[in-house]
C-alpha cells in the first residue's frame, strides 16, 4: 500500500512539472560548433530527462553483460543446491519407505550436486544401515567424526552398531564421547547409565544417575530404585573383598531408599549374623513383609533365628505371618517351620488353606511332604498328580530375554540386563523346564509323625 501511494506520489509530481513548464514556456537558444538550436525550455527539459533515462538504460545493459558469467554461475550453482536438496528429501522418504537402494541412488546424487559431505554421509550412513551394510555404514559414520558439525552423529550412529554388535567396551567408549559432547542429551544419559552398569561401574553409573535426575531425563521415583540397585550392587561387591561393614551401610541405604524391595530386606538379612546387626535386619524384613510377602523373606527370617529351637521358630513364623494377614506366603512360612518341628496337623492346615487360595505346583510338592511324614503314600502321590496340572509359581525372571535366574541379582546373568531380573510367573517354555527341577517346598525334609 506505501509503495503505491509513494508512486502515485512521484507521478503526480511530474505531471504537476510537466503543466507548470507548458504554463510558463519560454525559447531557448544553444550555439555550439557553428550549429544554432531554438528550442523549448519545455523541450529541453524532456529532452535531457530522455537522454538520462537511455544513458541509465545502457549502463545497466553494460553491466549485466559485464556480470553475465556470475550471473549464469550463480544460477547453476542455486540450481544445482535445488536439485541437490531435492535429491536429499526424496533420500529420506526412501528411507522412510525402507528403499534402502533408492536411498543410496539419491544420496550419491546429492552429493554429486551439493558437494557437502556431512549432509550427504548421514543419508548413505542410514541407508548403508537399512540395507543391512554395517561396514559401509561404518566406514561413513566414521567419516563424520572429522566434521565438527556431524561429529555427533557419527558418534551416535558408531555407539549403536557397537551396541548391536555386543562390543560393550567400544560403545562404553563412544558413549562416554557422545557425553562429553552432548551432556544433557536424554538418549546419551540414559545409554551412558545403562552402559556403566553392565560393565559394573557401580560409582561410575551412580554419577551418571544424579546427572540424568537434575536434567529430568529420569523421574524421582525410577530414580531411587535404580540408585537402590546400584547400592545393592556395591554391597554384594564389599562383600566379596571381605568388607562386611561397608556392605551392610550400602544394603541400608538401599533399603532405606526403597522399603518395599525384597532383595535390600534379604540382602541385610544375609549379612546381619557377620556383624552382629540381627535386630535391625529382623526390622528390616518385617518392614518389608508387610507390603510384600515374599518367599525369600520367610527364608531370610527363619534364618535369622536359627539359635532357637524348632517349636520357637514356629511361634516366630506365625508372628510374621500375622504381619500380612491371610497371605500365602505367611501360610507356606508357617508349615514349613511345622513340618520341620514335628507339627505335621499345623503344616496341614496352613497348607490346605494356601492351596485354596493359590492351587500351584509348589504348593502341592508341599502337601506330598506332609504326607510323607503322615506316611500317607496314596495321598502324596494324589498331590504330587495334582501338582503336575496346577498353575506354575513365580519365580525370578529376567524380563528382558525371558531366562530364569535361581534368585534376584543386579544384572542378568544371560544377557546383562540392569536391573531386568523381575518376581512373575515364566514364560511358558521356562516353566515347563521348572517342573521337572526341584521346587523349594519339596526340599522339606519329611519327619516321623509324632
Known sequence: MKQALWYLIKVAVLVAVALWLIDHDGAV????????????VAVLVFGIVAAALILALAVRLWRGLVHLPRT???W???SRRERGYQALTQGMVALAAGDPSAARKHAREADQLLRDPPLSLLLSAQAAQLAGDDPAAQSYFTRMLAEPETEFLGVRGLLSQAVKAGRRVEALELARRAHGLRPQAPWVLTTLFELEARAGHWQ???TVLHQALRAG???AAEGRQRRAVLLLAQSWEAESQGRWDEAWTHAAAAHDL????VPAAARLAAIAPRIDKVRAAVKAVERTWRTDPHPALAEAYQALGGGIDAPAQVKR??????LA???VEGLVAVARAALTAGQVALAEDSLKRAVNMAPTRRLYHALAAVMDARHDAVAAADYRTQAAGAAPDPVWVCGSCGTVAPDWRPLCGHCGGFDTVEWRLPDAQAGASLIASPVPMAELQPVSAA
Open 72 to 74: 549464469v554461475g550463480e
Open 76 to 78: 547453476r550453482r542455486s
Open 217 to 219: 531425563v529420569v523421574a
Open 325 to 327: 494377614a491371610d497371605s
Open 29 to 40: 537558444v544553444i550555439t555550439w560548433q557553428g550549429y544554432i538550436v531554438n528550442t523549448s
Open 317 to 322: 513364623m506365625q508372628r510374621l505371618a500375622a
Open 258 to 261: 526403597a522399603p518395599g524391595s
Open 204 to 206: 561410575a553409573a551412580e
